[in-house]
Nanobody, 127 residues
Framework: QVQLVESGGGLVQAGGSLRLSCAAS????????MGWFRQDPGKEREFVAT????????YYADSVKGRFTISRDNAKNTVYLQMNSLKPEDTAVYYC????????????????????WGQGTQVTVSS
């Protein structure tokens, strides 16, 4: 398994931007597809974005499409989530997750496919 540590969360006004980072260690990062999920207290964990092992394939939740961008740097063992035009409804704890994939272009939008999770970072968007 891979160990994951998120950073970059914080408080931002609506319309602002944040970039989340997730640093991986303990295994071969390029063997894992990566995902970002979020969860607000009392709500189910929600898929945000995912990226394939090689970084070529990405997929986004409709709620963030056109505003968020997921990317990865395999040389730095890091995945990023650039969040622009933030809205109050984006407020949540954001988690990055990793899932081993044998196919380099594969990814997953399903949270229970993932077997490694970070501790989460809080994003709060004020109106």
């Amino acid at each position: 398994q891979v160990q994951l540590v998120e950073s970059g969360g914080g408080l931002v006004q609506a319309g602002g931007s944040l970039r989340l980072s997730c640093a991986a260690s303990g295994s071969t990062f390029s063997s894992y597809a990566m995902g970002w999920f979020r969860q607000d207290p009392g709500k189910e964990r929600e898929f945000v974005a995912t990226i394939s092992r090689n970084g070529i394939s990405t997929y986004y939740a409709d709620s963030v499409k056109g505003r968020f961008t997921i990317s990865r740097d395999n040389a730095k063992n890091t995945v990023y989530l650039q969040m622009n035009s933030l809205k109050p409804e984006d407020t949540a704890v954001y988690y990055c997750a990793a899932v081993f994939k044998s196919i380099r272009s594969d990814y997953s939008t399903i949270w229970h496919d993932y077997d490694s999770w970070g501790q989460g970072t809080q994003v709060t968007v004020s109106s």
